[in-house]
């Protein structure tokens, strides 16, 4: 079973910048395609950003241009870094793993989900 540990959440002001975590224990994080989602107070999970086995990034248009996806294999790391941050981020987000080998922008794909760590952006 594979166990997906996200940090770095927390609260920011309008403007600033945040850096997401997410280790996946047991595999390394090249096996999948790392994706991360955001549930916002009151809506349904969106999609945010994934990275695939090859190093490819897909961005929602709503943070294109503000956050950008990374990994260091060497810590078996994926990054989702936040800049420019706005109160509309608000919200717990998530990183998934997919084991399947076309990477998707819809959560059902996704096999492993991190516990969810809060970001609170005020105005």
């Known amino acids: 079973q594979v166990q997906l540990v996200e940090s770095g959440g927390g609260l920011v002001q309008a403007g600033g910048s945040l850096r997401l975590s997410c280790a996946p224990s047991?595999?390394?994080?090249?096996?999948?395609?790392m994706g991360w989602f955001r549930q916002r107070p009151g809506k349904e999970q969106e999609f945010v950003g994934l990275?695939?086995?090859?190093?490819?990034?897909v961005y929602a248009d709503s943070v294109k241009g503000r956050f950008t996806l990374s990994r260091d294999n060497a810590k078996n790391t994926v990054y989702l870094q936040m800049n420019n941050l706005n109160p509309e981020d608000t919200a717990v987000y998530y990183c998934?793993?997919?084991?399947?080998?076309?990477?998707?922008?819809?959560?059902?794909?996704?096999?492993?989900w991190g516990q969810g760590t809060q970001v609170t952006v005020s105005s």
């Open positions: 998934a793993a997919d084991q399947s080998t076309i990477p998707s922008r819809s959560g059902l794909q996704y096999d492993y």
């Open positions: 047991g595999r390394a994080s090249t096996t999948y395609t």
């Open positions: 990275i695939s086995r090859s190093g490819n990034t």
